[in-house]
Structure formats: C-alpha cells, structure tokens
T-cell receptor, first 113, second 113 residues
Framework: EPEVTQTPSHQVTQMGQEVILRCVPISNHLYFYWYRQILGQKVEFLVS????????KSEIFDDQFSVERPDGSNFTLKIRSTKLEDSAMYFCASRINIPQGYTFGSGTRLTVV | DQQVKQNSPSLSVQEGRISILNCDYTNSMFDYFLWYKKYPAEGPTFLISISSIKDKNEDGRFTVFLNKSAKHLSLHIVPSQPGDSAVYFC????????????FGPGTRLSVLP
C-alpha cells in the first residue's frame, strides 16, 4: 500500500537553529499538509499546499515556518529559528483529492533544547 | 475554542464487547467527518469516514453514526480486539474552511483480553 514517508524520525536541535523536516507524499496525490501534535495535546493543522502554493495556513504557521515542494516529490517544512515550544511530533499528510481522507506519515519528533 | 470534542479521554472495554467512542462538534458548517486511529510513535491511520448526507457508514467491524441535529457522531467497534487498543481521533472538515480537518483531542481505547 502506498505510504507517506517522513525523515528523520527524530531530530534534536538547539533553540534558534533552523530545521528542515522532509516528507515524500504518495506520488499521485495532489494535496499536501503539515500537522503537529505537541505531547499530550491534540493534532493541530499547520498548512495545506496545492498546485505549488499554500492554500491555507493556521495562526500557528507564522513567519518562522515555510513549506516547499522543491522537486515534485519532496515536501518540506522549514522552521527558521526554533523555539522550545516548537517541540512536537510533526505529521505530513497527502490526499488525492477532496473530500477523501488523508494518508499520514509516521511523523518526525522534533525536540528543541 | 474546541470545535471538535471527545469528552472521554480514555475507555476500557473487554475483548469481544462493543467499543463506543463519542465525538461532539460545535460548528454546523462541518460536513465531512473522519475517524483516525493512532498507535504510539506512528502517524494517524484513517479508519472510516462519513459525509453529512448520511447518518451511518459501516466498514467491517467499524460503524460510524452521525446525528446532525445533535452535532454528534460515534464510532462503534464490534467485536473489540486487543489490537484495537490505540488513541482514536475524530476529525471534521467543512467546504467553507478549505477542507482542512479539525481534530478532537482523542480517546485512548484499551481493549482488555
């Protein structure tokens, strides 16, 4: 069964550093998403991406965040200057069209120290 | 503002019995609902969906019921199996909100052998 692949599975970074979280969505999917889950809290929407541009973003997705689909297969989330409160599981998801459900990746655990 | 609520943080059920997970929402614009299951250290896995034009959808051991007037949906698992032990998230979306999903906080289901 097709999968959404995320790398790395765990990243530790120092506060203030930049991190890039990588995702390879399912190849024929058209809509791409990043969600995050802070430990013990609910899964929160960050950003959606369609047709090579951001279609929607939440208030969490401020100027320190950016997304890119640099080569038609990878979908990346960059956090420019990490803060302690950015520590969370970050999930990438994709779907072929609306309104089908997402396929999620297994997540990247980001720990900011 | 909790638009999607799962008021039971945890639920324990005996193997073979029925598990009933509940979800309430406040936004009457929501028109598409999903249930996801999540194991520790893995991404959410899609279980079953329902659109607002239906009041029931069944897939094997999983049935989702939607009561639009009460803004309530429930997931029934019967018979429950130990492998069903996981956190279950209810998620809702609306066309007017770009079809991005709002997740509930989750209910941890433990199926006891």
């Amino acid at each position: 069964e097709p999968e959404v692949t995320q790398t790395p599975s765990h990243q530790v970074t120092q506060m203030g550093q930049e991190v890039i979280l990588r995702c390879v969505p399912i190849s024929n999917h058209l809509y791409f998403y990043w969600y995050r889950q802070i430990l013990g809290q609910k899964v929160e929407f960050l950003v959606s991406f369609y047709n090579n541009e951001i279609s929607e973003k939440s208030e969490i997705f401020d100027d320190q965040f950016s997304v890119e689909r640099p080569d038609g297969s990878n979908f990346t989330l960059k956090i420019r200057s990490t803060k302690l409160e950015d520590s969370a599981m970050y999930f990438c998801a994709s779907r072929i069209n609306i309104p089908q459900g997402y396929t999620f990746g297994s997540g990247t655990r980001l720990t900011v120290v | 503002d909790q638009q999607v609520k799962q008021n039971s943080p945890s639920l324990s059920v005996q193997e073979g019995r029925i598990s009933i997970l509940n979800c309430d929402y406040t936004n009457s614009m929501f028109d598409y609902f999903l249930w996801y299951k999540k194991y520790p250290a893995e991404g959410p896995t899609f279980l079953i969906s329902i659109s607002s034009i239906k009041d029931k959808n069944e897939d094997g051991r999983f049935t989702v019921f939607l009561n639009k007037s009460a803004k309530h949906l429930s997931l029934h698992i019967v018979p429950s199996q130990p492998g069903d032990s996981a956190v279950y998230f209810c998620a809702a979306s609306a066309k007017n909100y770009g079809q991005n999903f709002v997740f509930g906080p989750g209910t941890r289901l433990s199926v006891l052998p």
